[in-house]
């Protein structure tokens, strides 16, 4: 088949041409949480269908933006990852997330809450200024999958998989993370509703955790 181009002598024309079509860039931004297996990103992408699916990752293969790697023992399964090309699109898959921030409005009905999606835009929304020195680690247990973020030197970084020795693991599910970052739930409404529970912290360590991600702090 032949891809449909734009036919531009221009850098966004060119970069279109590669990202342009229907659910490639949500395939990088969950990719930019780490490695997966094509059943991992089928699932994370409700809607997409299992041929489209197929048919974009041969299309970001063959554009240089993913590659095929072989997980080592005792995993060993295959599993897809961003090139060097397809990491550089970090900074614009936070600069698309920033803007389209404004038009999301409350959950529709037919709206899905995507676990992995909240971990890039904790990248995006960090707080350099807020964390200070702080050096940390959370673990996240969210609806069956876990991820870790790590805050450390005035950065912050995130990934799907468990941390090594966390510092706090915190338990919840995605309508509560989403209330914490983007509707104003303060940490302390969502303990004393055991909506959060806290494994190797306290209540603190949530508060600060929400003072440096959450894009709507609380009573605001």
């Known amino acids: 088949m032949t891809r449909r181009t734009y036919s531009q002598y221009c850098g966004v024309a060119r970069a279109l041409n590669v990202i342009g079509d229907r659910w490639t860039v949500l395939i990088v931004r969950d990719l930019l949480v780490g490695p997966m297996r094509y059943k991992d990103l089928l699932e994370g ?3 997409i269908g299992t041929n489209l699916l197929a048919a974009r990752l041969r299309e970001m293969e063959a554009a240089g933006v993913v590659e095929r790697a072989v997980l080592p023992p005792p995993a060993g399964s295959t599993v897809y990852r961003l090139t060097e090309d397809g990491l550089a699109l970090e900074p614009v ?4 997330g920033r803007w389209g921030s404004r ?3 409350q959950p529709g009905e037919a709206d899905v809450l995507v676990p992995r999606a909240y971990f890039i835009a904790m990248r995006s929304r ?3 200024e807020v964390a200070g020195d702080l050096a940390t680690s959370y673990e996240f247990h969210i609806d069956g999958h876990v991820y870790e973020v790590r805050v450390e030197a005035g950065k912050c970084t995130t990934r799907e998989g468990g ?3 966390p ?3 915190i338990s919840l599910d995605v309508e509560t993370l989403n209330a914490l970052m983007l509707d104003g739930l303060s940490p302390e409404a969502a303990i004393r509703e055991r909506r959060v529970s806290i494994s190797g912290g ?4 949530v508060e600060r955790f929400v003072a440096i991600f959450a894009i709507r702090q609380p009573g605001r």
Request: zero cysteines; a neutral charge; proline letters at 4%.
């Open 45 to 47: 992408l409700q809607g």
């Open 93 to 96: 898959v936070f600069a698309i």
């Open 103 to 105: 038009f999301l409005g």
């Open 126 to 128: 960090f707080r350099p």
């Open 163 to 165: 941390a090594l020795n």
């Open 167 to 169: 510092a706090t693991v």
């Open 202 to 205: 306290d209540a603190t360590s």
